[in-house]
């Protein structure tokens, strides 16, 4: 700056001259007033911008927080099942291998008993018979008269020995094989084309007299003289003696017995139907097992319960089967199937 008193100089006025040119006008100042304030409002607005954002994101924060959250506890709610889980496995298997252990214990011992049962009923079945086969040597030469003659009283009795005895053996010999069935033992069967028809026709000779004793009706029929079934002739006639003995064993007096056989594709079907007195539904399976009986209201039925269950085995070993059924009326039907012979 210059004294009041000092004149100015070139250089001094060249100076001045120029600020001035290098001062700004009105126009200019209102224009940079203009630019300053848009950029100040700009710079207003790009702050609510990132307010906003910032709001936006601080509340997108919080949700993720509260979906984490909530994700560890169901992470801890599923471990916590998984755990759960985990144990109630561990002592489900432990249970399965101790029922497992029980199990097989179990059918161990039940094997052994059986066993023991069979040798048993062997043992005590070849004690019966010897002592049984000399009462029947006795009653035979009581029969013969040797030692002198017998009155009409004593031949009656000794036809009632004689008959029970046969009883006895009979009964000692279904329990021979129920027992030589039960112990493991495979059954012995010769298969050869077999005449259906030749064995059956036989039957009445064998239960004759049952049937006049007890006054049963009896008869016979066959579709064919033809069919020939792959079977064991000896088996197969033991099966329908045990069917026709069940059936005048369970059918009143006056009752009728049918035997029947007839050919279906591949099989030949014999059965026994009787007017007895019937089997329940629930018991159309439980009879096939052994020492198992039906027994009518003041019945004196006799037997082991195993003619049945030794059948249904055989039929089995030949390659067939052995069904009961009930008859709508009264009574009921043993089916026996074999399978017929292909090659004659």
Known sequence: MMDPGQQ????????????????????????SAARSMKIAQGETEGEEDLLRALEELRAQYEKLARAAGRLREV????????????TQLAMANHTTDELLTAERRAREEAEIANRIKGDFLALLSHEFRTPLQAIFGYTELLERQIHGPLNEAQLRDLKRIQ?????????????????????GKEIEVHLCPTSVHEILREMEGFIGSQLEKRDLKYDYRCDGEAIFAHTDPARFQQ?????????????PAGGHISLECASEPGTAVIRVIDSGIGISDEQLETIFQPFVQIRAKHSTTEGAGLGLPISRRLATAMGGTLTASRNPESGSTFTLRLPLARDL
């Open 8 to 31: 100015p100089t070139s250089s001094d006025l060249r100076d001045f001259s120029r600020k001035v040119r290098e001062a700004p006008t009105g126009q200019e100042n209102r224009t």
């Open 75 to 86: 992470n801890r709610e599923l471990e916590l099942t998984v755990a759960s889980r985990t």
């Open 163 to 183: 008959q029970s005895q046969q009883h006895l053996l009979g009964l000692i010999s279904t329990i021979l094989e129920f027992a030589r069935l039960e112990g």
């Open 239 to 251: 099966i329908v003696l045990n069917l026709l003995a069940n059936a005048i064993k369970f059918t």
